[in-house]
């Protein structure tokens, strides 16, 4: 069975300041991907990346990076520079490939960023 | 390209009392799915709708159910509702066709209330 894990409920930090998201996942499939969503107080959840089983590059988006670590089974996320705007509830979430073409997300419980002037 | 559009964005209902929540989904999108989104159990899957079938269906009661029209939109309802089926309901679509990896897309929810 799938599960994705987000052991930080509740993060504050200062503006400017570097933090960063834990996410832990669990799956038996080889081939599976990883996705991490932002979730604002209008409550639209923004996607922000996907990764795939076979690809551990880590990537860099702007202020935003990611660290795929298959050893260790975790997709954790870093906010450079914090900004007010980034304050949010954040998604780790998994899709294995056994589950077919439905695919379903199995989200992991959110961590509440925020981000104080 | 407009995003997901859930409507409405607010319902109240009384307990027993059935609902019926709409999604349209992004132009193109083939493929829409469903999720129920509480402060106890987080995000929830529901079920999923590719061309008008139902491909996949989360652990929920009967009383939840949807249907996918011609036009990919996507309704679902829930019947004889009671107090813990408060929550935010989020409808999501994502391109491609069938079996695609593409990730999903997210509307700004419906929040029902029971009470």
């Known amino acids: 069975a799938q599960k994705v894990t987000q052991a930080q409920t509740e993060i504050s930090v200062v503006e400017k300041e570097d933090v960063t998201l834990d996410c832990v996942y669990e799956?038996?499939?080889?081939?599976?991907?990883l996705f991490w969503y932002k979730q604002p107080p209008s409550g639209e959840l923004v996607f922000l990346i996907r990764?795939?089983?076979?690809?551990?590059q880590n990537e860099i988006s702007g202020r935003y990076s990611w660290n795929f670590q298959k050893s260790t089974s975790s997709f954790n996320f870093t906010i450079t520079a914090s900004q007010v705007v980034d304050s949010a509830v954040y998604f780790c979430a998994l899709s294995e490939e056994s589950s077919g073409s439905a695919r379903q997300l199995t989200f992991g419980s959110g961590t509440q960023l925020t981000v104080l002037p | 390209k407009a995003g997901v559009t859930q409507t409405p964005r607010y319902l109240i209902k009384t307990r027993g009392q059935q609902v019926t929540l709409s999604c349209s989904p992004i132009?193109?999108?083939?493929?829409v799915s469903w999720y129920q989104q509480t402060p106890g159990q987080g995000l929830q899957f529901l079920f999923e709708?590719?061309?008008?079938?139902?491909?996949n269906k989360g652990n929920f009661p009967g009383r939840f159910s949807g249907r996918q029209f011609s036009n990919s939109r996507s309704e679902m309802n829930v019947s004889t509702l009671e107090l813990g089926d408060s929550a935010l309901y989020l409808c999501?679509?994502?391109?491609?066709?069938?079996?695609?990896?593409?990730?999903?897309?997210f509307g700004n929810g419906t929040r029902l209330t029971v009470t």
């Open positions: 709708y590719f061309s008008e079938t139902q491909r």
């Open positions: 132009s193109g999108h083939r493929s």
């Open positions: 990764r795939n089983s076979f690809d551990e």
């Open positions: 799956t038996r499939d080889t081939t599976y991907y």
């Open positions: 999501a679509s994502k391109e491609g066709g069938r079996d695609s990896r593409s990730p999903l897309h």
